[in-house]
């Protein structure tokens, strides 16, 4: 069954994805490139079995195993959005931008409750019909790094959050210790992340639209955007 999750005219007009199958059954030959993945617990780092990787509006879907890990065909070359969603955990969705190269990430997903409760026990009120975003902040040694004061382009928030209680701080006014943040409600299409801080932030290898300080995410109704920004 194909998994089309918006339309090849969407996909075009909002995010600039590859809206084509990795299969190539569009009729035309498509490069594809190997996707090795690891899917963890947002909180324990554990591989999370039974997660479904798709690439959005095409029927390339792959499922974790036990040890949370999965390989996905990818289009070449191209800018794409990964959903990755399964079980009791949030459902995310990724922007990426492929090479001829093969990937190798690991994702982490949040269990749904936790990410509501939080918010519920700040006084926010999710909808579930618009989407939400997680951005994480680290230092080129992959530790959590603070001091960074984040707005966007739409929706509410940013909300400053702790790891491991997913608690939210609507008085911060910079990232907490823990590098997390969470924006919340924002309407389909696509969002824009702009930071300020002491140094200079550039989104993870392969995430695409973005720049120093700056992300630009893909939104769809009911998932999670994900993004990782390294700082110097």
């Not at 690439?55 to 390989?71: I, K, L």
């Not at 994702?107 to 936790?114: H, I, N, R, T």
């Not at 700040?122 to 989407?131: H, L």
Request: glycine share 10%; charged share 15%.
């Amino acid at each position: 069954m194909c998994r089309t999750l918006l339309s090849t005219a969407a996909l075009s007009l909002a995010f600039g994805c590859a809206a084509s199958d990795a299969s190539g059954d569009s009729g035309t030959d498509i490069p594809v490139v190997a996707g090795w993945f690891t899917i963890g617990h947002f909180i324990t780092g554990a591989g999370l079995e039974n997660i479904e990787l798709c690439v959005v509006s095409t029927e390339a879907c792959q499922t974790t195993d036990a040890n949370g890990n999965a390989t996905l065909d990818l289009p070449a070359d191209a800018e794409i959005a990964l959903t990755v969603a399964g079980g009791e955990y949030a459902p995310q969705i990724y922007p990426l931008r492929t090479t001829s190269e093969q990937l190798v990430l690991s994702y982490y997903l949040a269990p749904l409750d936790l990410l509501l409760a939080g918010a519920a026990d700040a006084g926010v009120e999710v909808d579930e019909s618009m989407g939400q975003m997680a951005i994480s902040l680290q230092n080129v040694s992959l530790e959590s790094t603070s001091g960074y004061a984040a707005t966007l382009s739409a929706g509410d928030g940013p909300y400053y959050v702790d790891d491991l209680s997913i608690t939210i701080d609507l008085s911060a006014d910079e990232t907490s210790r823990s590098g997390r943040l969470l924006a919340l409600n924002i309407p389909t299409d696509t969002v824009t992340v702009t930071l300020d801080g002491p140094g200079t932030c550039l989104p993870k290898a392969h995430y695409w639209q973005a720049g120093p300080n700056k992300a630009v995410m893909a939104i769809l109704p009911g998932f999670l955007a994900g993004v990782t920004m390294i700082c110097e």
